[in-house]
């Protein structure tokens, strides 16, 4: 895989155009195009902020902030990696002819997600706008978490996409795993709710430190400390890495099995 990876900026032109076509795939014959990856997260937010702000009383200060961040960014998780995981198994047709090299299916699918998650940023602005938090120099370090998750994101995305060539009840067993990790992931609710118990479990989730690190910036208005840019840079780099390391060892029999 270094050598596929040595050879990536080699097919910087297919790489563009997975991305531009997946990008109209995703929006073909949808008439609000890519306005709908600004509405989505809006009327998501509204509605869960009605039942959980309301309903259950979650004592969250800005409510909606808080739940939109930890939306969008889990979106971007979801839906790169699941796409991601589709990415091998949907090019086996080019990968037979040509010689291709193979991470660059994932990790297309994860700029595709990006590109999209960019649009949905602009919703978070929006609920920052309406509810009175202000636009502050401390924004201009969103491009550091937006960093970790693109690169934890396409860890995740090597991984799910080498195993799910050799067991294909990963399409089934990763939608499980990914509305398990929903509720492990503290997108709606704070993690003072959760029994000490049962606490550990949220700890173990690498997206916690990294919604965490958005909401510090975007909700506190703070600049997050050392340490815990340290942290995220660790998990973010080690999921890549093991990423890299599974890919690599699962590669070189993928055509027997697409």
Request: with cysteine; proline share 6%; charged share 10%.
């Amino acid at each position: 895989m270094n050598s596929d990876i040595s050879q990536l900026h080699k097919y910087i032109p297919l790489l563009r155009e997975l991305v531009v076509r997946d990008l109209k795939i995703k929006y073909r014959r949808s008439f609000l195009g890519y306005l709908w990856s600004l509405m989505n997260p809006l009327l998501m937010m509204w509605i869960l902020t009605i039942v959980f702000s309301y309903v259950f009383r979650f004592d969250i200060p800005n409510y909606p902030l808080y739940l939109i961040i930890g939306q969008v960014v889990f979106s971007f998780v979801s839906e790169s990696t699941t796409a991601a995981m589709y990415s091998i198994i949907g090019n086996a047709a080019l990968l037979k002819k040509v010689y291709v090299p193979k991470p660059i299916f994932p990790l297309a699918q994860v700029m595709s997600s990006f590109v999209t998650m960019l649009f949905s940023m602009v919703a978070i602005f929006i609920v920052m706008i309406v509810t009175g938090v202000a636009l502050t120099p401390t924004l201009f370090l969103l491009p550091v978490p937006l960093f970790f998750l693109f690169i934890f994101s396409l860890g995740v995305s090597l991984i799910v996409s080498a195993v799910a060539v050799y067991l294909r009840d990963m399409f089934h067993l990763y939608g499980v795993f990914t509305t398990a990790w929903t509720y492990l992931t503290p997108i709606f609710y704070p993690i003072s709710i959760v029994p000490d118990d049962f606490r550990w479990m949220l700890f173990w989730n690498p997206l916690l430190y990294i919604v965490s690190y958005f909401r510090e910036i975007i909700l506190n208005n703070m600049v997050p400390t050392f340490d815990d840019t340290i942290l995220c840079l660790e998990l973010s780099v080690g999921t890549l890495i093991l990423g890299m390391l599974i890919f690599r060892k699962l590669q070189n029999k993928f055509l027997l099995y697409v």
